[in-house]
């Protein structure tokens, strides 16, 4: 029998592993903590302190791990939130805003350990690919300006409101 095969992402952290996955599993409905991991005497890191943080959101499982202060996160990966409705959206950009995060542009923001998501409501790549040209050019337009998307705002837009 074949082993099936998956992709778990792992993020990088100084020390914030586990407190960065409970600060997840705090904003993620069906989320949960799976396994956690520590260093030993073989070192490199103090003994006890937490290696790894295997944990699930909504589905997708992550690995958060404390490897040092050697590498951070930047914009050139993200995650994106596909959001059912303008309520989904407010509530995972303001979560992931909140106490130290960034907002950003186009739906983009930052999480407080620097981490960046794509906050995006569902059907939104329908109307920035209208087959009417300029319904896409207006519904492009109008998100380039804003920060957290507004569902309303595009289609009126869209529709040259």
Aim: charged share 25%.
């Amino acid at each position: 029998m074949a082993v099936q095969r998956t992709i778990t992402p792992n993020l990088w952290f100084d020390t914030q592993a586990e407190e960065a996955a409970n600060y997840y599993i705090s904003i993620f409905k069906n989320s949960t903590i799976l396994s956690i991991t520590h260093y030993n005497d073989a070192g490199p890191r103090e003994a006890g302190m937490v290696l790894t943080v295997e944990f699930e959101l909504d589905g997708q499982r992550f690995v958060g791990i404390n490897g040092g202060p050697e590498f951070t996160f930047s914009e050139a990966v993200s995650f994106s939130i596909t959001c059912e409705d303008q309520n989904e959206v407010d509530y995972y950009w303001e979560r992931l805003t909140a106490d130290r995060g960034q907002p950003g542009p186009c739906g983009w923001c930052k999480d407080k350990y620097g981490l960046s998501w794509q906050v995006v409501p569902e059907g939104m790549d329908k109307a920035l690919n209208d087959p009417d040209p300029e319904r896409a050019k207006r519904a492009m337009a109008a998100m380039m300006q804003m920060g957290k998307i507004d569902i309303d705002a595009l289609r009126r837009a869209a529709d040259g409101d």
